[in-house]
């Protein structure tokens, strides 16, 4: 039985509350993390009651506060990329689901907003795709745009950083991975309709346009650069996996998504972010053939 009447057991989480407050701005970070640990063990309802300090007058209330607030936003932005993981098929939405990947690290993410600028580009390029160019002269005009007006290109300074593998930050940033950089082709390719998928080689990843005239395969790591199916032939037998027809298949939205997960369990683990690593097994498991058997 409680033996404190409610109107008392008010005042008192009131008085915890100023309590934590005045101490959030303590600099000692061992106070600081007392408290923290405090408040987050009130759960996400905490969040109504800090919001107004995010806009405090004292810089170290506004940043404590903006840090608690974001450790709930990415507790569910997990929550929600894992349900979205476990419950999707092989033909999930690959835009929403790398999103959705974003948010977990960078929950103030804008969806719209970059929903719209992967349209800005399609519509750009759209009027000078005619309809008398072959394959290749197509390509080259998506490539002139992405990779000589908007500058995007692989990064191979930083290449574990996990930013490289974060849609957002690959589409603000303009550099990534391999995976990364094919996706920005896909989005943009399927906005203009044309027949251009993933191909998932090992260690690499580039894109394969595929119509009745020609195919060609576009590694966009490397400018757009164009290739024939006996280039990636050739870089298959002089790799360490063989030469299997697998390896030149086109990947589901699902198995892409799983690779971009394991490419960024490689990066964590490479920076020694246990957390994020441990997190990004999680995705592989919820993702597996098996969890959406």
Not at 155 to 164: A, L, M, R, W
Not at 277 to 292: F, I, V
Request: with cysteine; glycine share 6%; net charge neutral.
């Amino acid at each position: 039985m409680n033996s404190q009447p409610p109107a008392q057991g008010i005042a008192s989480k009131e008085r915890e509350r100023k309590a934590l407050l005045n101490l959030l701005g303590d600099e000692d970070p061992m106070v600081y993390e007392a408290v923290r640990q405090r408040i987050v063990s009130l759960g996400p309802e905490v969040c109504v009651w800090l919001k107004p300090h995010t806009l405090s007058g004292d810089p170290q209330v506004r940043r404590h506060s903006l840090t608690i607030i974001r450790h709930f936003a990415k507790r569910e932005a997990d929550r929600e990329f894992l349900l979205f993981c476990l419950h999707k098929g092989d033909d999930l939405d690959l835009e929403q689901g790398t999103l959705m990947l974003a948010r977990t690290a960078y929950p103030e993410i804008n969806f719209d907003a970059y929903h719209a600028l992967l349209d800005t580009f399609a519509e750009t390029i759209a009027p000078k795709l005619k309809p008398n160019l072959t394959p290749r002269e197509l390509l080259s005009v998506i490539n002139h745009h992405l990779f000589k007006e908007l500058g995007f290109r692989g990064d191979e300074e930083t290449y574990f950083d996990p930013k490289n593998s974060y849609l957002n930050q690959v589409l603000d940033r303009r550099k990534g991975n391999p995976i990364s950089l094919c996706l920005v082709y896909l989005l943009i390719a399927r906005r203009l309709k044309l027949p251009i998928a993933g191909i998932g080689l090992p260690g690499h990843f580039v894109c394969r346009y595929q119509s009745s005239m020609d195919s060609v395969y576009i590694d966009a790591f490397d400018q757009g650069r164009l290739l024939t199916k006996a280039d990636c032939v050739q870089f298959l037998l002089h790799s360490a996996f063989g030469l299997h027809e697998q390896f030149l298949t086109p990947v589901s939205s699902r198995r892409m998504l799983m690779r971009m997960c394991g490419n960024l369990h490689q990066s964590y683990l490479h920076l020694d972010a246990k957390e994020d690593a441990l997190r990004m097994q999680g995705y592989l498991a919820a993702l597996s053939p098996a969890a959406n058997a």
